[in-house]
T-cell receptor, first 112, second 117 residues
Framework: KNEVEQSPQNLTAQEGEFITINCSYS?????LHWLQQHPGGGIVSLFM???GKKKHGRLIATINIQEKHSSLHITASHPRDSAVYIC??????????????FGQGTILTVHP | EAGVTQFPSHSVIEKGQTVTLRCDPI?????LYWYRRVMGKEIKFLLH????????ESGMPNNRFLAERTGGTYSTLKVQPAELEDSGVYFC???????????????FGEGSWLTVV
């Protein structure tokens, strides 16, 4: 079992739908990242969270430290949101800021 | 401002050959990271440079992999000799000093796709 588990692994939605991707982790963390990778493209950092909630445009990320769980929500989804969404955590007490443990990713496809 | 750039974007080599991947971080970023994703698996951390020093190389799979960052600017990751299981995507990322407002973001390159045949 991976230290970081994402669900679902694959997600198909119709344009306009509200989307939720979940991430659960089993270790103590100091930060959690949500990343996006478009097909054939590089990785883009969407959010870094250590508590609470962050919002950027149609994207919202929440984290519950006690439950070791984070969610990424996309409101009014659009075909351009189709990508792989990756959750990654930095272990608590780590000295390397970018030493991340990654989930397997969630492949999101939004149809027009 | 240029982002993190990686070269080559794609490489196909034969088993036993040597490949060198290069990463140019964002100018001024002291922290440089290498990761890789092999087929069907999650991305894994390989190592972390702070300037020219290796801060953490706990993720390097074996001694066929050698990473350098001479002068604290660009970095290279050499695989010698390459094996079939080394095929995957090698990502580089960089970040500013942690604690600075800009230091909370990790910037990734587009990856170097390596196929060993």
């Amino acid at each position: 079992k991976n230290e970081v588990e994402q669900s679902p692994q694959n997600l198909t939605a119709q344009e306009g739908e509200f989307i939720t991707i979940n991430c659960s982790y089993s270790v103590g963390i100091s930060a959690l990242h949500w990343l996006q990778q478009h097909p054939g493209g590089g990785i883009v950092s969407l959010f870094m969270l250590s508590s609470g909630k962050k919002k950027h445009g149609r994207l919202i990320a929440t984290i519950n430290i006690q439950e070791k769980h984070s969610s990424l929500h996309i409101t009014a989804s659009h075909p351009r949101d189709s990508a792989v969404y990756i959750c990654a955590v930095r272990s608590a007490g780590g000295t390397s800021y970018g030493k991340l443990t990654f989930g397997q990713g969630t492949i999101l496809t939004v149809h027009p | 401002e240029a982002g993190v750039t990686q070269f080559p974007s794609h490489s196909v080599i034969e088993k036993g050959q040597t490949v060198t991947l290069r990463c140019d971080p964002i100018s001024g970023h002291d922290n440089l990271y290498w990761y890789r994703r092999v087929m069907g698996k999650e991305i894994k951390f390989l190592l972390h440079f702070v300037k020219e020093s290796k801060q953490d190389e706990s993720g390097m799979p074996n001694n066929r992999f050698l990473a350098e960052r001479t002068g604290g600017t660009y970095s290279t990751l050499k695989v010698q000799p390459a094996e079939l299981e080394d095929s995957g995507v090698y990502f580089c990322a960089s970040s500013d000093t942690p604690g600075l407002s800009s230091g909370n973001t990790i910037y990734f390159g587009e990856g170097s796709w390596l196929t060993v045949v």
